[in-house]
């Protein structure tokens, strides 16, 4: 990764730690907020005049709360569609744990900035059941664009970016959650 490795040109790699925060995108069916924790390693793949592609693999713990406020969305053709409703409608705490896997595009500004896009996608365990999404195994699947600050010994990133959760079709509840986040970290090289 030369944008963060410009003072170790013999690694490769660099580790970093980041948090964010976000929300579901506004609708009026549920609500779904979400805090995670991350700690992605970077793998510069190649560098040219003007980009630096990378590799990216992140395991990730998202702690997220979901309500279902819309009662007509567990219909009367589910069974146990009364019961569904009464436990989907309280306000519940869930557990995902991501191993994203991405790949970065970044074009150095100056010494210090640069701007990137970045796509991962990655198998995710959820531990609870929702009327969007059963319990067990999905996706998460993530879009962003960022912006890097390197300073002497780390770089400081922003990146805002939006998260989509799904399992694909594999299980029964598969509406999945949108959420837009913001994403703060620091990356240290190796």
Do not use: C
Request: overall charge positive.
């Amino acid at each position: 990764m030369p944008f963060v490795l410009a003072q170790n040109q013999n690694s490769r790699f660099a580790l970093g730690v980041s948090y964010g925060v976000g929300s579901e995108i506004k609708n009026t069916d549920y609500t779904y907020t979400n805090r995670y924790v991350k700690l992605p390693v970077y793998y510069d793949l190649k560098k040219t005049k003007h980009f630096e592609y990378q590799i990216v693999v992140a395991p990730e713990v998202n702690f997220a709360t979901h309500q279902l406020l819309n009662l007509f969305f567990v219909t009367p053709d589910i069974p146990d569609f009364e019961e569904k409703r009464a436990r989907f409608t309280k306000l519940k705490d869930i557990r995902e744990y991501v191993l994203h896997v991405g790949f970065l595009v970044r074009k150095p500004l100056s010494e210090k900035w640069s701007v990137y896009a970045m796509g991962s996608v990655g198998p995710m365990i959820t531990d609870t059941e929702t009327e969007r999404l059963s319990k067990g195994f999905s996706f998460s699947d993530v879009l962003g664009l960022g912006v890097s600050y390197k300073t002497k010994t780390f770089v400081l990133d922003f990146r805002p970016n939006f998260r989509h959760n799904s399992n694909a079709g594999l299980q029964s509840s598969n509406s999945g959650f949108n959420t837009i986040n913001y994403e703060f970290g620091v990356v240290f090289p190796l």
